[in-house]
């Protein structure tokens, strides 16, 4: 079973507009790591956050880490129609990652 | 350099066949992952290697999941007498070193369709 669960399933914005979307997982962490996946093809590293670091920024992303609620989110400011993939957290809680469902994003140009 | 490159990238099988499934990880990678993804589902981990060493098998839904690396560099995951619940897309992931905070470098994947 997967450790994490993204929220929402699915978001549609218009391209300008900032996207956000929440994971939350089960157990203890030593690390979680947003990645992003284009239709039909691997996923790729976006950022990483420390468990005891609360939060995180890197060019256009916003990663936030609250461990009391076991849970993390990963904004997108100013959408690109080129940002429309899926996104996926993974939790790093011994040396395996647990990727969640995904939030599938579309950014309209 | 090049990235993790994997082959087929798509394969057909008929219910009952043998695939084999390879992943060519970046060169000098130490840790190699498989992790299969249904459709609309995030990865599911598989199996782990550090250089030929397969350290965590955990993830393989049954006996008919097999992998090796035997060199360790070059991997292979080869399901026996494949059924239609095994078409997914198989993922193979290679990252440098293997510790909690290294990131996962991934294949495209091979998607597989039994039939």
């Known amino acids: 079973s997967q450790q994490g669960e993204e929220d929402p399933q699915a978001l549609s914005i218009q391209e300008g507009e900032n996207a956000t979307m929440n994971c939350s997982y089960k157990t203890s962490i030593n690390n979680l790591q947003w990645y992003r996946q284009n239709s039909g093809r691997g996923l790729v590293h976006l950022i990483l956050i420390r468990s005891n670091e609360r939060e995180k920024h890197s060019g256009r992303l916003r990663v936030t880490l609250d461990t009391s609620k076991k849970s993390s989110s990963l904004l997108i400011t100013a959408s690109r129609a080129a940002d429309t993939a899926s996104y996926f957290c993974?939790?790093?809680?011994?040396?395996?990652?647990?990727f969640g469902t995904g939030t599938s994003l579309t950014v309209i140009p | 350099g090049a990235g993790v490159s994997q082959s087929p990238r798509y394969k057909v099988a008929k219910r009952g066949q043998d695939v084999a499934l390879r992943c060519d990880p970046i060169?000098?990678?130490?840790?190699l992952f498989w992790y299969q993804q249904a459709l609309g589902q995030g990865p599911e981990f598989l199996t782990y290697?550090?250089?030929?060493?397969?350290?965590?098998k955990s993830g393989l839904p049954s006996d008919r999941f097999f992998a090796e690396r035997p060199e360790g560099s070059v991997s292979t995951l080869k399901i026996q007498r494949t059924q239609q619940e095994d078409s997914a897309v198989y993922l193979c992931?290679?990252?440098?070193?293997?510790?909690?905070?290294?990131?996962?470098?991934f294949g495209p994947g091979t998607r597989l369709l039994v039939l």
């Open positions: 290697f550090q250089n030929e060493a397969q350290l965590d």
């Open positions: 993974a939790t790093v809680p011994g040396n395996q990652f647990y």
């Open positions: 060169s000098g990678h130490v840790s």
């Open positions: 992931a290679s990252s440098f070193f293997q510790g909690r905070e290294e990131t996962q470098y």
